[in-house]
C-alpha cells in the first residue's frame, strides 16, 4: 500500500530529471512528463477501486508518528490526488511548436511536474510540516509558470503575486509556530487529540486565523487575493486555469483539514464564513464590471471560491459534503472556460458575433454558464441548494447573511454571464477568431462529463455523502494515525 | 526570573519584526524595500518557531554534545526554521531576478507607475477603455472628470 507515495515522488524526480533528459533527447523529455502523471493517476485510481477503501497511513521513512511525517490517505484526500495528475494532464501544453527551443520546454515541463508533485503532496499530507513544505514548493512552481510569457506585465504580475504569496507563507508560518507553542506538535491527529485542551483560546483561534489568511492567498480569500485579476489577465489561460480551477481547491483542503480535525465546533467556522462571505460579494462585483473575457472568469472563480469557504464552515458532515460538491463542480466548470478562454482572450466587445465563427465553444459557454448559475437540472444547481439548504438548517444571523450573499450574487452572475453569451450570439462584422479545435476538445470533454453528471446525480451524490461522512469524522481521522490512541496522548509540551 | 524576561523579551522582538516587516510591505512604494520589509518579517517568524521550542539552560539537540542527560530544546521547531530559512531564500532570490527583469523593462521599481504602466498595457493588449484612474473605480460614470494621463515612454529616474 506504500505506493501510495509513488505519485508524489515520481513528477519530483522527473521534474529534477528534465533538463537532462532533454539535453539527451527532446521526444522522450516531452514524453517524460505525461508518462509520469499518467502511470500517477493509475496508482491513486487503483487506491479508488480497492475493494476495501478503509483510510490508512503510511509514515514515511518508516519513522512512527508524531516524530515521523505521514501521508493520511482516505477518500477526501485520494479525490483531490486524483484530481492533480488529471488536469495537469488537462492543462498540459501539448503543442508541438516545442522543437525549436528544447530547453525552455523541458523547462515549463518541470515546473509543470513540480507543480503536480506538491499539489499531490498537499493533498496526502497529515502533518503541518510537511503542508507547509509542499504548499512552499507549490508556490515557487507557479511563480515560474505565470511568468511563462515573459512579457513586461507579466513579470510585474509575478513579482506583485510573489511578494504577496510569500508573506501568506510568512503568515501561515506563524500560525504554525502558535500552533506548535501551544501544543508542541504538529503532527494534524495529535493536534487534533490536543485541540479540546489547549486550542480553545484566543492563541489558538489567532493561529487558525493566521494559517485561514495564509493559505487563503492561494485559495482567492478576501483580503489577499488581489493577485488574481492580475496574474489571470497575463498569464497563458491553461496556467490561470490551472491555479483557478486546481491549486485553489488544494489551499481549500489544507484549510478544511484544519477546520475538521483541529478546529471542529469552535469559532474558527465563524470566521470562515464571514471571510467567504466578503469574498463572494468582492468576487461577482468585480466580475459584473470586468470588462475582459480573462478577467471575469477569474473575478467569478473568487466568487466560486467564496461559496466553497461558506460552504465548508458549515458544521458536519452537510458542510462538507455542500463544500465538497460546490469545490469540484467548480473545478470542472473553470477548467472548461479557461480552456475556452486559451484562443478567446481580450475584451468581451472584441467577442462579440463569436457564435459565428465558433458555435459549439458559444454552446459549450452557455452550458457552462447555465450550470455555474445553478439552473435546475444541471449539477450546479444541486451544489447551490446543498448550501443554501445548509445554511438555512444553521439559521444564525451570520448564516442567513451569507444565504441573502449567495442569492444576491447569483443574480450577478446570471447578468454578467448572459450578458456575455447575448454578446457572443450577436451579429458582428468581424467575428473573432475561434477557439482553437484541441482547447474546444477539451471542454467539450467536461461538457460531456457535465451532462453525464445530470443524468446520474443520484450516485454521485451518495459517493460524495460517503467522502465527506469519511472526511467529517475526526476520531476516525485520528485513530487512523495512531491506532492505540490514548497511549501517545499527553506527548509533553514545554513551557 | 531573568531567564523568563529575557525570553519576553524575545517574544516582543519576534512579533515586533513580524510587524515592522508587515507595516513596510503594506507602507512602501519600491517593489525592493517590499522585498526587505518580507525579509524582515521572516526574520521575525523564524525566530518566534525557535523561542517556541526553547527551553532554559538547555543545549543543542545534538548527541553528545552537552553532558549526559541534560535537557535540550526542541529539535522540531528548528528544523522547521531551517527548512523555512532556505525556502524564504529561495523565494528571495526568484523575486529578485524578477525584479531585475522588471526594471530592465520599465526603469523603474515604484509600484504605482508600475500599476498605472501595467493597466494601460495589459488595457491595450486586451484591447479594452484603459483605466481612468488605478485608484478611482472603473467602468462608466458618465459625469466623472478626465483624469490625466501618464506619458508612456518616460521612465521617472
Known amino acids: 500500500m506504500s505506493n501510495v507515495i509513488l505519485p508524489v515522488v515520481l513528477p519530483l524526480l522527473a521534474a529534477f530529471l528534465m533538463q537532462p533528459l532533454a539535453r539527451l533527447s527532446a521526444g522522450v523529455a516531452r514524453l517524460a512528463g505525461p508518462l509520469v502523471l499518467l502511470a500517477g493517476l493509475v496508482l491513486l485510481l487503483q487506491l479508488w477501486f480497492a475493494p476495501q477503501s478503509a483510510p490508512f497511513t503510511v509514515a514515511l521513512g518508516g519513522f512512527a508518528p508524531p516524530l515521523g511525517i505521514v501521508f493520511h490517505v482516505d477518500q477526501l484526500a485520494l479525490l483531490f490526488a486524483m484530481a492533480v495528475p488529471l488536469f495537469t494532464l488537462f492543462f498540459w501544453d501539448w503543442s508541438a511548436s516545442g522543437g525549436d527551443d528544447t530547453q525552455g520546454r523541458a523547462r515549463q515541463d518541470a515546473l509543470m511536474l513540480l507543480l503536480a508533485a506538491s499539489a499531490t503532496g498537499l493533498a496526502l499530507s497529515g502533518d503541518l510540516f510537511n503542508i507547509y513544505v509542499f504548499y512552499e514548493l507549490m508556490a515557487v512552481a507557479s511563480f515560474g509558470l505565470v511568468s511563462l510569457r515573459g512579457t513586461g506585465p507579466a513579470q510585474i504580475a509575478t513579482v506583485r503575486y510573489l511578494l504577496l504569496s510569500a508573506f501568506g507563507s510568512v503568515l501561515a508560518l506563524t500560525g504554525i509556530a502558535i500552533l506548535y507553542a501551544q501544543t508542541g506538535t504538529l503532527n494534524l491527529a495529535q493536534l487534533g487529540q490536543l485541540a479540546p485542551a489547549t486550542l480553545q483560546g484566543p492563541a489558538g483561534l489567532a493561529a487558525f486565523a493566521l494559517m485561514l489568511v495564509g493559505f487563503g492567498v492561494k485559495a482567492e480569500l478576501f483580503p489577499v487575493n488581489t493577485w488574481v485579476p492580475e496574474v489571470y489577465a497575463t498569464a497563458p489561460a491553461r496556467i490561470a486555469g490551472l491555479l483557478a480551477g486546481l491549486i485553489s481547491k488544494l489551499a481549500v483542503l489544507v484549510v478544511v483539514r484544519l477546520l475538521v480535525v483541529v478546529y471542529q465546533d469552535t469559532g474558527a467556522a465563524q470566521l470562515m464564513l464571514v471571510l467567504g462571505t466578503l469574498t463572494i460579494l468582492f468576487g461577482e462585483f468585480a466580475a459584473w464590471r470586468a470588462r475582459d473575457f480573462p478577467r471575469m472568469i477569474g473575478f467569478s472563480s473568487i466568487g466560486q471560491l467564496g461559496i466553497v469557504f461558506i460552504a465548508f464552515s458549515i458544521p458536519g458532515p452537510w458542510g462538507l459534503l455542500a463544500g465538497l460538491a460546490v469545490a469540484l463542480h467548480h473545478l470542472l466548470i473553470k477548467s472548461a472556460l479557461f480552456s475556452l478562454a486559451n484562443r478567446w482572450s481580450g475584451s468581451l466587445e472584441r467577442l462579440a458575433g463569436g457564435a459565428r465563427s465558433a458555435p459549439v465553444a458559444a454552446g459549450l459557454f452557455v452550458l457552462l454558464a447555465l450550470s455555474l448559475i445553478g439552473v435546475p437540472p444541471l449539477p450546479g444547481f444541486w451544489t447551490k441548494i446543498l448550501v443554501l439548504a445548509g445554511l438555512a438548517q444553521e439559521g444564525s444571523g451570520l448564516h442567513l447573511t451569507a444565504l441573502g450573499a449567495i442569492l444576491l450574487v447569483t443574480a450577478i452572475e446570471a447578468n454578467y454571464l448572459f450578458r456575455f453569451a447575448t454578446t457572443l450570439y450577436r451579429k458582428s462584422d468581424s467575428p473573432p477568431a475561434a477557439p482553437g479545435r484541441r482547447d474546444v476538445g477539451a471542454a467539450a470533454l467536461i461538457g460531456v462529463v457535465i451532462v453525464v453528471l445530470t443524468l446520474q446525480i443520484d450516485p454521485v451524490g451518495d459517493k460524495l455523502r460517503d467522502v465527506a461522512r469519511e472526511a467529517a469524522d475526526r476520531d476516525g481521522y485520528i485513530s487512523t494515525v495512531y491506532p492505540s490512541a490514548q497511549a501517545r496522548a499527553g506527548r509533553e509540551v514545554s513551557g | ?157
Open chain 2, 1 to 157: 526570573m531573568i531567564e523568563l524576561d529575557f525570553v519576553t523579551i524575545l517574544y516582543c522582538g519576534a512579533i515586533g519584526l513580524l510587524l515592522i516587516g508587515a507595516a513596510g510591505l503594506v507602507m512602501c512604494n519600491n517593489l525592493f524595500r517590499m522585498l526587505l520589509a518580507l525579509v524582515i518579517a521572516e526574520a521575525g517568524v523564524n525566530l518566534l518557531l525557535i523561542l517556541a521550542g526553547y527551553r532554559g539552560g538547555a543545549t543543542a539537540p545534538i548527541l553528545g554534545f552537552g553532558p549526559a542527560g541534560a535537557p535540550m530544546v526542541d529539535p522540531v521547531p528548528q528544523v522547521l526554521v531551517l527548512t523555512a530559512i532556505v525556502i524564504g531564500v529561495g523565494v528571495q532570490a526568484l523575486a529578485v531576478a524578477v525584479m531585475v527583469r522588471v526594471y530592465r523593462a520599465y526603469g523603474t521599481l515604484d509600484v504605482r507607475e508600475l500599476k498605472t504602466r501595467f493597466e494601460f498595457e495589459v488595457a491595450a493588449e486586451q484591447g479594452i477603455e484603459p483605466p481612468g484612474s488605478t485608484e478611482g473605480p472603473a467602468g462608466g460614470r458618465p459625469l466623472s472628470p478626465v483624469p490625466p494621463r501618464p506619458q508612456h515612454g518616460e521612465a521617472r529616474p
